[in-house]
């Protein structure tokens, strides 16, 4: 993203969603990270803040719902800018209940007039009322059940087909819904700096909300506001981190005093955890294949009070080359991936992604695999996890990777709640968006065999 923000905030809500989702249409940015960085640059009152995030992504994860919606509408062709100004109104206008609809039609029309002409702003004004008086079309007209999906849950075909087949029409019908609901803010608490209760008392002393998660016991769910802000943020006892991201480092488990390598690390959200874990004794070695990624991790591990990790500059594929074979008690491959489990937070990849990317993927998670296995020791473990749904790509990798290493057996997943124990089967994982309202993320656990001295 260049230093110059593509985002001008003059206070109206409507016109910087409208620049953020054309910048990210130009590929300029990604939603997320331009979105906070408007957010954090213009420094954005709470209430608009809401509604600028929830028009921005809404617009976004409903784009082709809206143009579904908007096709019998638009007569001849449009502007590339007045086509994303309708989709954000009409998005307003049928998604959200709090804002009247010809606040809506107004504001888009001001809109359309300062960025283009009077003309322009009768087309839009003539367009919209138009759906306010006639209505959009159901997407129950959609005879065929693959296409209506894609419609309905705005997700591209050849995607809605790969998870159907995957999983099935049911699982797959509530994942692509789930993916539409924006995501429970989550923090993970280090519990070397307090208790759950300490960081509670201290997040609420802020006037957030914060409360326990059923799932995983050093999760909290925080509710309006902004964690980062908190001084439990500052403080180093809280960390930002989705619930299910939570889940590898405890599989992982590794004992205080081990040596660790975290092989795909930035920015540390799992280093941090596994080093939590450890009670900040032993060495972990956090390593990433982008050097300017690495501070990233420093900068986490000193706000947390962490003082056991390093971090090394290196193509987790040519670890042999720079680490002693069989070194490492315990392994974590949190491998770069598909990201299909992560759509509620960067609706971007449900457009961007392409099915071919899944195949160059495996073959770097296959050889990021194969180089941790000659860096374990024996007896070591060797957890493995990416932040998609896929099971071609994620059970795939993991049967591919066990049939050429027959020195790795998979394990069952330890020191999970019930709730996501009973789900694993043949030491592997998969939880979906929908099971715990968490991101879809993969899990798998390995033993290097053979007796350890
Ligand atoms: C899913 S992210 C890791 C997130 C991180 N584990 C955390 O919890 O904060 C995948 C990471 O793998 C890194 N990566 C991609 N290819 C790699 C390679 N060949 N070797 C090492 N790291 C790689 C990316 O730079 C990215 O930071």
């Not at 910048?23 to 979105?35: G, H, R, W």
């Not at 420094?43 to 809401?50: L, Q, S, T, Y």
């Not at 959200?269 to 080093?275: E, L, R």
Request: hydrophobic share 40%; with cysteine; proline share 5%.
């Amino acid at each position: 993203m260049s230093k110059k923000s593509v985002v001008i905030w003059d206070g109206n809500v409507r016109d910087a969603a409208l620049s953020i989702l054309l910048a990210v249409d130009k590929n300029q940015a990604y939603s997320n990270l331009l979105l906070n960085e408007t957010i954090k640059r213009h420094k954005i009152e709470a209430k608009d803040r809401a509604l600028l995030t929830e028009i921005t992504y809404g617009t976004l994860q409903y784009k082709m719902t809206l143009d579904y919606y908007l096709e019998p509408f638009i007569r001849g062709s449009v502007d590339h800018w007045v086509r994303w100004l309708l989709r954000l109104s009409l998005y307003q206008m049928h998604y959200l209940t709090r804002i009247p609809p010809h606040a809506a039609v107004n504001e888009a029309v001001e809109i359309a007039k300062r960025r283009g002409h009077q003309g322009i702003a009768s087309m839009v004004n003539g367009i919209l009322r138009s759906i306010l008086r006639q209505g959009v079309a159901s997407t129950d007209d959609i005879k065929d059940p693959i296409e209506r999906l894609t419609i309905e849950t705005s997700h591209p075909e050849w995607l809605v087909q790969r998870f159907v087949d995957n999983y099935g029409i049911k699982v797959a019908t509530e994942m692509l819904h789930e993916n539409n609901v924006p995501p429970v803010q989550t923090v993970r608490v280090n519990m070397t700096k307090g208790s759950v209760e300490q960081a509670i008392a201290s997040i609420e002393a802020e006037g957030l909300s914060a409360k326990r998660s059923d799932l995983m016991p050093e999760c909290l769910h925080v509710t309006n506001g902004q964690p980062a802000r908190t001084k439990a943020f500052q403080e180093g006892l809280i960390t930002i981190q989705d619930e299910s991201s939570m889940i590898p480092a405890n599989v992982l488990n590794p004992s205080p005093g081990m040596r660790v390598l975290d092989m795909c690390a930035a920015p540390g959200g799992k280093t941090t955890h596994i080093a939590e874990i450890m009670k900040n004794e032993g060495s972990i070695l956090a390593t990433d294949l982008h050097p300017h990624k690495l501070d990233l991790i420093d900068h986490n591990t000193d706000r947390l009070g962490i003082d056991i990790v390093e971090t090394a500059p290196i193509d987790g594929r040519k670890a042999p080359d720079f680490l002693q074979p069989g070194s490492f008690d315990a392994i974590l491959v949190d491998a770069p991936c598909s990201g299909l489990g992560v759509m509620r937070r960067k609706p971007d990849i449900k457009y961007t992604k392409r099915e071919e990317d899944l195949e160059n993927l495996q073959k770097i998670q296959l050889a990021l695999l194969d180089a941790a296995t000659k860096v374990l020791k024996i007896d070591g473990k060797l957890v493995y996890s990416t932040c998609t749904v896929d099971k071609k790509k994620n059970e795939g990798t993991v049967e591919a990777f066990l049939s050429t290493h027959p020195e790795m057996e998979a394990i069952q997943l330890e020191s999970l709640p019930t709730k996501l124990a009973e789900k694993q089967a043949n030491g592997m994982l998969q939880v979906f968006p929908q099971d715990f309202g968490s991101d879809g993320f993969f899990v798998a656990a390995f033993r290097k065999k053979g007796e350890s001295n």
